[in-house]
C-alpha cells in the first residue's frame, strides 16, 4: 500500500556533527521521488532516516518529524524495527544472504514477521519474483545460493526481498550504481512498474536516470565542505531538468557545478 511521505524540520547528526540540516518535504505516493546533489550533501542520510536506519549508526541522531500518511515515525511509541518493515531499502550494493538459497532470500523477511505455511509461503515467494522481473530467470533454481545470480539478478532478487513483506515505501540507494547498462535498464524498467504500488524514493549520481524513472526530483547542497546538506529544490523532474529556479540546481544539471 503506497503512502505519503511527508517530512518537516528534519536534521540529522553523526555525533556533534550535523550532516543534513532542517529539511522539509513531501513524497507522493505511487511516484517516484530521486534525490540528486554532490557527493557528500547528506542524500544517503536523509534517506535512511526515513526508515530510521539512520539512528542505528553510533552517534546517529534525528530531529524533526516523518510522518507517513498519519502516524510520526518518531513517535514515542513507534517500534523502529516495525517502520523498517514498512518502509523497505535497497541498497547500492546488491547484499542477498550468500549461504541462503535464492526462495529462502526471498522468503527472509517473511519468516521474521511470523508463521506462514508452506503454500503461502511458495504463493508470496513466487508473486515477489515475479514483481521483480526475476521470475522466469530463476524458477527452475530456486533452491540454488542467491549468491549464484549475476550481479543485476542478486539487484532484482534484493528488490523481490524487499517487497515480499508488502512494504508502504520502497528506499532505494544508488541500486543501480554497481550494475552493467542492461541491468540498469531492467531495473529501471522495475522501478516504473513498482511505482503502481509503492511509494519509491531513489539516489542517484547518474542524471539521465533520475530524469528516466522520477516523477519528482529533489535537489540537495551544501555550501560547503564541512556544512550540513540542504534540500535545495523539489519539483517535478521535468521541470529541475528544464527549467530549474535555483541556479546551483541549474549548474549541478548541467555539469558545470565544483
Ligand atoms: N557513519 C558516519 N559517521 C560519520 N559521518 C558520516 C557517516 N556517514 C556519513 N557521514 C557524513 O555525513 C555527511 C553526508 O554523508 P552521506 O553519505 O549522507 O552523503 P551522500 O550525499 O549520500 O554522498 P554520496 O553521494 O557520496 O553517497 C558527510 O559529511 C559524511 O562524511
Ligand atoms: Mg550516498
Not at 516504473?192 to 529533489?218: C, P, W, Y
Request: proline share 5%; aromatic share 6%.
Amino acid at each position: 500500500m503506497a503512502k505519503r511521505i511527508d517530512v518537516s524540520g528534519l536534521s540529522a547528526f553523526y555525533g556533534t556533527h550535523k550532516a543534513i540540516d532542517d529539511i522539509s518535504m513531501t513524497v507522493e505516493p505511487r511516484s517516484v521521488t530521486a534525490f540528486i546533489g554532490p557527493s557528500g550533501c547528506g542524500k544517503s542520510t536523509f534517506l535512511r532516516t526515513l526508515n530510521r536506519m539512520h539512528e542505528v549508526t553510533p552517534g546517529g541522531r534525528v530531529e524533526g518529524k516523518v510522518m507517513l500518511d498519519d502516524e510520526n515515525l518518531y513517535g514515542s511509541n513507534v517500534d523502529p524495527v516495525a517502520v523498517r518493515r514498512t518502509v523497505g531499502m535497497v541498497f547500492q550494493r546488491p547484499n542477498p544472504f550468500p549461504t541462503m538459497s535464492i526462495f529462502d532470500n526471498v522468503a527472509a523477511g517473511l519468516r521474521l514477521n511470523g508463521k506462514y505455511k508452506k503454500s503461502a509461503l511458495n504463493d508470496i515467494v513466487e508473486r515477489s519474483l515475479k514483481g521483480a522481473n526475476l521470475w522466469n530467470e530463476v524458477k527452475d533454481r530456486l533452491n540454488k545460493p542467491g549468491s549464484g545470480l549475476s550481479g543485476g539478478q542478486q539487484q532484482r532478487l534484493c528488490i523481490a526481498r524487499a517487497i515480499a513483506v508488502e512494504p508502504d515505501v520502497l528506499l532505494m540507494d544508488e541500486p543501480c550504481s554497481a550494475l552493467d547498462p542492461i541491468s540498469t535498464l531492467a531495473i529501471e524498467d522495475l522501478i516504473g512498474e513498482l511505482k503502481e504500488r509503492f511509494t519509491i524514493v531513489i539516489v542517484t549520481h547518474n542524471m539521465q536516470q533520475a530524469a528516466r524513472v522520477s516523477d519528482r526530483t529533489a535537489f540537495f547542497n551544501l555550501a560547503a565542505v564541512g556544512q550540513p546538506g540542504k534540500l535545495i529544490e523539489l519539483d517535478d523532474t521535468e521541470r529541475i531538468f528544464s527549467n530549474p529556479s535555483v541556479q546551483a540546481t541549474e549548474d549541478y544539471i548541467s555539469g558545470r557545478f565544483g
